[in-house]
């Protein structure tokens, strides 16, 4: 393994996921680091320096919320949490406290793995309400200053609600947003349990920019809000 190798956290009291993220993980090249327990956790974060952490929420000796919260008060290290399938709300409130994303359990390792690339890639990146100049998502490009957006070229017309929706999403591609993350973003913060305007606006911009049904851009996490695709999200480690 490289010197320079990066570092991943997993966090994870069933020995099984440990190993198979372990050997998967260093298998492309990373570091890794374990931890069974919240306090181990936090003792890694601050001892290891790892560039992402991978966190299962449910832990012995904490809630894996708290934890999530807990890094996210002084660090700005990814974090992916690995959820129990049908538990929506615990989700949502990962999300809330600052995970970057999820992946539910029992899960498939090449979703992980792309989960983790594009954390790693985005780095908690630009904070929502940064006026960059362009953001280019495959064939999607977003012109910030000037309010446009166009597919391969060609110019849909979105109005302002539609364009602040794709715009949130645009700046964390490939990273699930909550409903309430982009309600408060876009409506403001008395909206934040409004979630039909989403689901309305979510397939009126579907319809403008052209989506495939098959291979859409726009993707609805159920229960937990929307993901724009990242062109990268398969791209090889």
Not at 95 to 112: H, I, N, Q, R
Not at 169 to 176: D, E, F, K, S, Y
């Amino acid at each position: 393994m490289a010197s320079g190798a990066v570092t991943i956290l997993v966090v994870d009291d069933e020995p099984a996921i440990i190993r198979s993220l372990s050997a998967a993980l260093t298998a492309r090249g990373y570091r890794v680091l374990t931890a069974t327990t919240g306090q181990e956790a936090m003792d890694q974060v601050l001892q290891g320096s790892p560039a992402a952490i991978v966190l299962d929420l449910g832990l012995p000796d904490a809630d894996g919320i708290d934890v999530c919260r807990r890094i996210r008060n002084w660090s700005e290290i990814p974090i992916i949490v690995l959820t129990a399938e049908g538990s929506e709300d615990r989700k949502v409130a990962a999300l809330d406290e600052g995970a970057d994303d999820y992946v539910t359990k029992p899960f498939s390792m090449p979703e992980l793995l792309a989960r983790l690339r594009v954390a790693l890639r985005h780095r908690r990146g630009p904070a929502l309400g940064l006026d960059e100049t362009v953001l280019d998502v495959g064939d999607l490009r977003i012109d910030v200053g000037r309010r446009a957006v166009t597919v391969r070229g060609v110019a849909v017309d979105l109005t302002p609600k539609e364009f602040g929706f794709l715009l949130v999403l645009a700046r964390h591609p490939g990273r699930v947003l909550t409903h309430r993350m982009i309600l408060q973003e876009v409506w403001g913060p008395a909206f934040g349990t409004e979630t039909q305007y989403l689901r309305v606006y979510a397939s009126q911009l579907r319809k403008k920019l052209g989506d495939d049904p098959e291979a859409p851009r726009l993707l609805t996490e159920p229960g937990v809000g929307y993901r724009l695709v990242d062109p990268e999200h398969d791209a090889g480690a």
